[in-house]
């Protein structure tokens, strides 16, 4: 089982990069200074900020799905990016030492099942949850703040 997680696309950050803070308050948005890593996770290069990096803080809706499973909540960028990572058979740095919360998801957008993964069990998990039918792709959520982290989807090279 071949399996890709990818990044949301830079494009996601736009609007919010070259807003004064009036504007992003408007927007339900924020500009940080990362003062942890890990802590401020990126959702573009799914890899921490560095200590003293911008990042930008706003809502996404991650499940934006006809049901009832429909999701969304508040995630952190990096700004000035230029590409989405990606990591085929692989989990990315954000996953390493937190506890995953995997939503896994038939082609319907109901949910399937859910499975917590410790640190270290998240690409054991994937593939676990994989071998069933009927999941076509996994909504990886940080288990204590519970926002999210990334979608992995069946890969077929």
């Known amino acids: ?13 736009t609007a919010f990069e070259n807003a004064t803070d009036a ?3 408007s927007l339900r ?4 200074i990362a003062t942890s890593k890990p802590g401020f996770p990126c959702r573009i290069s799914l890899e921490d900020a560095e200590v ?7 809502h996404h809706m991650s499940h ?9 909540y508040a995630i952190f960028v990096r700004t ?3 590409a989405a990572a990606h ?29 917590l993964a410790l640190p270290g069990e998240a690409d054991e998990v994937i593939r676990r949850l994989f071998e069933l039918e009927a999941v076509a792709y996994i909504d990886v ?7 999210f982290a990334a979608r992995v989807k069946r890969f077929e090279s």
Do not use: W
């Open 29 to 32: 948005a924020a500009k940080m």
């Open 1 to 13: 089982m071949t399996y890709q997680i990818t990044g949301l696309s830079p494009d996601i950050a």
């Open 80 to 82: 000035g990016l230029s």
């Open 141 to 147: 959520h940080n288990a204590a703040h519970g926002c």
């Open 87 to 115: 990591y085929t058979d692989a989990v990315p740095p954000v996953f390493k030492g937190r506890n995953l919360a995997m939503r896994a998801f038939g082609e319907d957008a109901m949910l399937k099942t859910a499975v």
């Open 52 to 58: 003293g990096e911008e990042v930008l803080l706003f």
């Open 23 to 25: 504007e992003l308050s």
């Open 64 to 72: 934006d799905v006809d049901s009832p499973y429909r999701n969304g």
